[in-house]
């Protein structure tokens, strides 16, 4: 039995399948619009009618060390974490796809777990953790955590691609004397390139977003979500945030849609 999909629903029933699509869209990018909008208010206020629209809070950005600093910190533990998840990420995947052992399916489990546990449960367990072995709280920590985090993130991606690579490329290149590390290398990674960069931008947007892990990791270097939390009791301060919030969701878009860009390449 075949089910037709109209434009006005499924089948014979008249559901507004528009109205709900654009209600959809107007919950996800009115309140981006809305914060927008009060970056470039002068008022200093959230609230209606706003004041004369400026740049005055952009060019006050760079005037804040501390909210400079961090916003370098979360750039430092992105780019670290992403770095790290990719490597761990990429050699899960091709263990899980070209090897068999006992155990296999509990790796899966282990490495998706992230994705599953709250963010929340899993730092208080991080802090927990890193406090009985006596290691002070740090980027470094913070760094771990979501090292682990996106781990998930990395593996799902690189073993989408790297399901669709020929093995017989693989065997040839070793029936021609090659090891099975230097086939990786010259044959394997060139083919899945393109979800390595994807997968270690999904991976930065992630760590370079996450606020809950960081909030109990980051000790006296908080990142710029924990600081932005840590400024929303001080009104006269909306402005500048508000500001950096909007410059950091820019940047986090653009990686997105770059990500999502790449790993359509050579898919």
């Known amino acids: 039995m075949s089910v037709r999909i109209g434009p006005a629903g499924i089948g014979g029933s008249r559901v507004p399948l528009g109205t709900y ?42 005037q804040s060390d501390a909210l400079l600093a961090s916003a370098r910190n ?21 263990l899980l796809l070209r090897y068999r052992f006992p155990g296999q399916r509990l790796l899966v489990a282990l490495a998706v777990l992230p994705l599953i546990v709250p963010f929340v449960v899993l730092g ?9 072995l006596g290691l002070p709280l740090s980027l470094w920590t913070v760094g771990t955590a979501h090292t682990v985090v ?6 799902l991606i690189v073993a989408a691609r ?8 693989e065997d040839a290149a070793m029936d021609l004397g090659a090891s099975y590390p230097v086939t990786l290398a010259r ?12 997968a270690w931008l999904t991976a930065f947007t ?25 400024q929303l009791r001080f009104s006269s301060r909306f402005p500048v945030l ?12 653009v990686l997105v849609l770059v990500a999502e860009r790449v790993r359509r390449l050579r898919a």
């Open 150 to 155: 996106a781990i998930p993130f990395v593996l």
């Open 187 to 198: 044959v394997v990674m060139p083919m899945i390139a393109p979800a390595l960069v994807s």
């Open 21 to 62: 699509y654009a209600a959809l869209l107007l919950l996800l990018y009115l309140p981006l619009a809305v914060l927008l909008l009060f970056s470039l208010s002068s008022g200093g206020g959230l609230a209606f009618p706003i004041g004369p629209l400026s740049f005055d809070s952009y060019a006050s950005v760079l």
């Open 124 to 132: 208080v367990a991080l802090l927990i953790l890193f406090r009985a």
């Open 206 to 230: 992630v760590s370079f977003d996450e606020f809950a892990l960081a909030l109990f990791l980051a000790g006296p270097n908080p990142t710029f979500p924990v600081y932005l939390y840590s």
């Open 74 to 94: 979360s750039l430092e533990v992105a780019v670290g974490s992403s770095a790290a998840a990719t490597v761990l990420g990429t050699m899960v995947a091709i």
């Open 242 to 253: 508000i500001a950096m919030a909007v410059l950091l969701m820019v940047l986090t878009l």
């Open 162 to 169: 790297l399901n669709g690579v020929d093995r017989n490329l």
